[in-house]
């Protein structure tokens, strides 16, 4: 069974800070991909890694896949209001099947 | 608008009694998902189809739940005797095919169910 650990799972800090979201497993994964999702609504897909040491910039959040495909971090420069939300790391072993998620960093960023 | 989308956003049901959520994908999208959510927690997967054959289903889909997807397009997920502890998101999401090591999956809004 493949497990995604986050942390941390709840995180609350003042607009401009800056922070990183860890996700951890045991398990090698071919691709990894960060959601982020409002109450209510489904999570809304925001980057998709899948080459060990490759880092994708999205304005201030900077993602990284490690080297050995198994952990990943999701940094965010100079938080906003707007960033909170959960955030949810999945993790796909091959093209078609399931993605396992990680349990999700709940932010809130205070003005 | 040509995301996912799902029908009832809500449902409030009694215990005992059946439901039928109802998804409908990304048009071009032939890789169709179900997964799980309960408060506090990330998705959880329940089955896939691709195209019309339904080819995984999870331990955690008991044999009172079902999922069609019957001309490959939209699919349906119908929960029998629904019990308290069914009360939860419940998500769809698609993919297409595209022949490499890796699918994204989109979601759409989700459909909250509670079992009173």
């Known amino acids: 069974t493949q497990l995604l650990e986050q942390s941390p799972q709840f995180l609350s800090i003042q607009e401009g800070e800056n922070l990183t979201v860890y996700c951890n497993s045991s398990s090698v994964f071919s691709s990894l991909q960060w959601y982020r999702q409002e109450p209510g609504e489904g999570p809304v897909l925001l980057v998709t890694v899948v080459t060990g040491g490759e880092v994708k910039k999205l304005k201030r959040l900077t993602f990284q896949f490690g080297d050995a495909r198994k952990d990943s971090s999701l940094h965010i420069t100079a938080a906003q209001p707007g960033d909170t939300g959960l955030y949810l790391c999945a993790g796909g072993v091959w093209a078609g099947n399931m993605l396992t998620f990680g349990g999700g960093t709940r932010l809130m960023v205070k003005p | 608008d040509t995301g996912v989308s799902q029908d009832p956003r809500h449902k409030i049901t009694k215990r005992g009694q059946n439901v039928t959520f109802r998804c409908d994908p990304i048009?071009?999208?032939?890789?169709l998902y179900w997964y799980r959510q309960t408060l506090g927690q990330g998705p959880e997967f329940l089955t896939y189809f691709q195209n019309e054959a339904q080819l995984e289903k999870s331990r955690l889909l008991s044999d009172r739940f079902s999922a069609e997807r019957p001309k490959g397009s939209f699919s349906t997920l119908e929960i029998q005797r629904t019990e308290q502890g069914d009360s939860a998101m419940y998500l769809c999401?698609?993919?297409?095919?595209?022949?490499?090591?890796?699918?994204?999956?989109?979601f759409g809004p989700g459909t909250r169910l509670t079992v009173l």
């Open positions: 999401a698609s993919s297409q095919e595209s022949g490499g090591t890796y699918n994204e999956q989109f």
């Open positions: 048009s071009e999208h032939n890789r």
